[in-house]
């Protein structure tokens, strides 16, 4: 049996988890997460911050809870160059 295999599928599982939406804002623009999974809504924001450029000062707000839904939401935002 293929380990990776397994562990691909559960890394596609957590990641169909997440809700994502992008919209620009000026240069720069700002990314929402939603989730229940808090530790892989946070897990993802951190992956999204590492792959913007530092000079962008990306940045994830606090994550807060939709009482509406029970998702946690967090946005991850950045400045143009």
Known sequence: MDDHAGNRSQAEEVASTIRESYRPRGTGGV???RSKDLA???QR???LIGGIDTHRSPAAG???LNPATGEHVIEVRYHGV
């Open 62 to 64: 606090r994550p807060r």
């Open 31 to 33: 990314h929402t997460l």
């Open 45 to 47: 924001a951190a992956a």
């Open 40 to 42: 892989a809504l946070q």
